[in-house]
């Protein structure tokens, strides 16, 4: 096992019977080759009537049962450093999160200004996501992305100026023309900051249906060197003082992102905005994808729920296994075939099997092992 643990103190009961808010903002100001969420770089004049809309949508799940005040906040994309400070603040307002809640925001580095770092610093935002993918420029112009000089440093400079210490940098490795030397400069650089992230996310480059890179196939990446570049990036982590806590997640001790972890271990969490899914009261839902739709049903008083399964049973168990065999937690060694740990994919930690690093690069099909229990429930 990894003796670096990003959970620390973590109270893991705690974070997985907690409730989130997941807040999906759709607007960017270009679109990465690979990106099939929905975004949208056309519509930044409906920003202002978007977050009322969204407050709306808040305001009436708060008359729900199981609305609970969040102890997650997290603000998605899209570019959520696209809103300015006031609508940022209407949004935490509607949601009235508990006084000890963490709340991310998604940033570009080119959009992080001082300004609005220091203004959602007194709102009680606590955790940045920098969206940076790789520090090499002719990486990022493989991913369709623009790349802008010193953008990153200044970003860095606002989180510090309002007093923001727990920031996560995103990476995206595989991409066309990247070399295995480019990666570790890459991550190298990001560790060696005078202050480093508390938390990194490392992710393999994956090819969406209908995006760009779909119908580039000379930029699709190539499995065995996503493989080298994980085992890489899992080596110069531990050395920096970095534990894994999901497979592409990992945090200095005490760091890991209490929100993503309340979703892989089964938490509840409501999403609001185009697009957003939601798991509370027994079911997953998902919002009208077309920002479109999901503001002409939110104004005329409906829901944007566009559809709904219930969650019962086996079926439910499974998924709650899946999600949370992704984790350093792990699954309980009951519901796994025995075969793991002689083919090397999972060790013992207790009762619980947890992946190996072999066992990371291939989870599909270690997924494919584990059996959840009838009826008897795992929450």
Known sequence: MDEISALGEIDLKAVAGGFGLYVHIPFCTTRCDYCAFATWTDRENMIDDYVKLLCSEIYRARREE?????????????????????????????????????????????????????????????????GVQSRKEHVLHGLGRTSHDGALERALDALCSAGIANYNVDLIYGGAGESTQDFVESLVEVLSFERPPTHISAYALTVEAGTPLAK???????????????????????????????????????????????????????????????????????????????????????????????????????????????????????????????????????EQAVLTLRGRLLANEVAMRIEAPLEESLR
């Open 66 to 130: 199981y609305w609970r005040n969040p102890e997650t906040v997290f603000l998605g994309g899209g570019t959520p450093s696209l809103l300015n400070v006031d609508q940022v603040e209407m949004i935490l307002e509607a949601a009235q999160p508990s006084s000890s809640a963490e709340i991310t925001i998604e940033c570009n580095p080119e959009s992080t200004t001082s300004h609005f770092v220091r203004g959602i610093a007194r709102l009680g935002v606590n955790r940045i996501s920098l």
């Open 216 to 350: 580039s196939q000379d930029r699709h990446p190539d499995d065995d060197l996503q493989a080298e570049r994980y085992e890489i990036a899992q080596t110069l982590l531990h050395e920096y003082g970095y534990g894994w806590y999901e497979i592409s997640n990992w945090a200095q001790q005490g760091f890991a992102c209490r929100h993503n972890l309340s979703c892989w271990l089964g938490g509840e969490y409501l999403g609001v905005g185009c697009a957003a899914h939601s798991h509370v009261a027994g079911e997953r839902s998902a919002n009208a994808f077309s920002i479109d739709r999901y503001m002409e049903l939110i104004g005329q008083g409906k829901s944007a729920r566009a559809k709904c399964e219930r969650l019962i049973g086996r079926e439910h168990n499974q998924e709650l296994l899946e999600l949370a065999l992704r984790t350093v937690v792990g699954v309980p060694i009951s519901c796994i075939d025995e075969s793991v740990f002689n083919d090397g994919l999972m060790e013992r930690a207790g």
